[in-house]
């Protein structure tokens, strides 16, 4: 029997084995699917919020321990991890506050009577999500998306088994019934023996170009939803007047936390020509103070990647962008998955470094001559999802990030992923938006009612 396989990336050791559910297991979780979606549709905005509530309390009280999941299976330094959980409990609070007025109806006015649209819950939706954030990922998708009425199937990545589980029995511990959030531990081919059931009415995934293309078809084909967030290769734009400092010391969280495993992650710093060496140098001083290791040990600041591919092909696109003329600065050094953060200089277009999505630890620094070229070199990429701008001078940070195709722009902070703000990307990194009212609009029904009184 085939079995998925959980490995601590920081010394490769086996942490659990999980056998892929038979074709008739996951036949009988469709049936639950189906069962509890009309009772959960059912319940009231304020009986949901109840569940929501009881899984932010018990987030809460077992941060800890679950942090202790995402690491030994990922390797996300520990403090990292109980972060990550934090933020899940917040987001369930968000959306079992502000669930029914996103979802209030909406009136119009017209020659009838009475006319407005009303917005229900459309059936199970499936959710295939990625181990660089293994409970905000699926808790973004699912909070919003439960809150709305509908039920959910998790497909999880492989490695992060033991989370998806996790996950599943905080909303039955929470008070949910079985069949309302459900973990499906399978291969890829079960995407479209799922994605065939009546009940089964949207996909979200976030995850890779290639997985997106490929579920995405999937989905299309039974005329089933998607919502996709895919790569990135952000810019951050460090502009002449900005505090060198500070946009250096979150430039370098941006890039290197999570061991630069995220879609959001800062890849491609546009300098401007005059601070480039300023800037250069302190980004040197953020990076040594670094301290790579065990992630399960407090001294430790910088984590293992989670896998040895992911490592291997990071090293392969720094290895071909020194080869067609970028510099390495420090690092570059590679040990199994532990991946010593490297400085990248003299990056161009045409360069692995500049064209693709760096998953890792690799600091890209590219000089610009003006705010032109800026916006040039920033849109240059197949992918549109986030994007800085460091300035003193907020209207033209605004002028500038107007002109920027992504899904947003942060001035003079970190790109972020936040309950109360839309995400999502355009271009290569994807369609549709995740979280604030945008986000729980995607996988509802906006039914049209109107009403005509009788003479």
Avoid at 46 to 74: D, G, Y
Avoid at 289 to 309: I, S, V, Y
Wanted: aromatic share 8%.
């Amino acid at each position: 029997m085939k079995k998925f396989q959980s490995i601590f990336p920081y010394n490769q050791k086996l942490v659990a084995e999980y056998p892929l559910m038979p074709d008739e297991e996951v036949d009988a979780m469709l049936a639950l699917s189906e069962n509890a979606f009309y009772s959960w549709c059912d319940k009231t905005f304020a009986q949901r919020a109840e569940v929501f509530i009881k899984i932010s309390q018990l987030l809460k009280q077992k941060k800890e321990t679950l942090a202790k999941i995402i690491t030994n299976e990922m390797g996300k330094l520990t403090k990292e991890a109980i972060a990550e959980i934090e933020k899940c409990a917040s987001g369930c609070e968000y959306f079992a506050e502000h669930a029914e007025r996103f979802l209030k109806d909406e009136l119009y006015e017209t020659n009838y009577t009475k006319a407005f649209a009303t917005f229900q819950p459309v059936g199970a939706v499936l959710a295939i999500m990625p181990w660089n954030f293994p409970f905000w990922q699926v808790f973004r998708f699912a909070a919003p998306t439960l809150m709305a009425g509908n039920v959910a199937l998790l497909k999880h990545a492989p490695n992060v088994c033991g989370c998806a589980l996790a996950i599943q029995d905080l909303f039955e511990e929470a008070g949910a019934e079985k069949g309302v959030f459900q973990t499906v531990i399978a291969d890829v081919d079960v995407t479209e023996k799922i994605l065939q059931y009546d009940i089964v009415q949207g996909l979200s995934l976030t995850g890779s170009e290639r997985a997106g293309s490929s579920a995405a078809s999937i989905a299309s084909k039974h005329i089933k939803k998607s919502v996709l967030e895919l790569g990135g290769s952000d810019c951050f734009i460090v502009l002449s007047d900005a505090d060198i400092q500070k946009a250096a010391q979150v430039a370098v969280t941006s890039r290197m936390q999570n061991a630069g495993q995220s879609c959001i992650a800062a890849k491609r710093f546009l300098i401007a020509k005059d601070i480039l060496d300023d800037f250069t140098d302190a980004v040197k001083t953020e990076i040594r103070k670094l301290k790579p290791g065990n992630p399960f040990e407090k001294e430790t600041t910088f984590a293992p990647m989670a896998r040895l591919d992911l490592a291997e092909n990071l090293k392969r696109q720094m290895n071909e962008s020194v080869a067609k003329g970028a510099e390495i600065i420090l690092g570059g050094e590679v040990d199994g998955c532990n991946y010593q953060p490297t400085l990248l200089m003299n990056v161009q277009q045409g360069m692995p470094a500049f064209d693709e999505e760096t998953f890792g630890p690799m600091f890209c620094i590219i000089k610009v001559e003006d705010e032109k070229e800026v916006i040039t070199l920033a849109n240059n990429s197949r992918f549109g999802l986030g994007g800085n701008i460091w300035t003193k001078d907020v209207d033209k940070g605004i002028s500038l990030a107007r002109k920027i195709n992504s899904g947003s722009v942060f001035i003079n902070s970190m790109v972020k992923s936040e309950p109360a703000l839309p995400f999502g990307g355009i271009k290569k990194s994807g369609f549709g938006r995740e979280l604030s009212n945008h986000g729980i609009l995607e996988f509802v029904n906006v039914k049209t009612i109107t009403v005509t009184e009788m003479a």
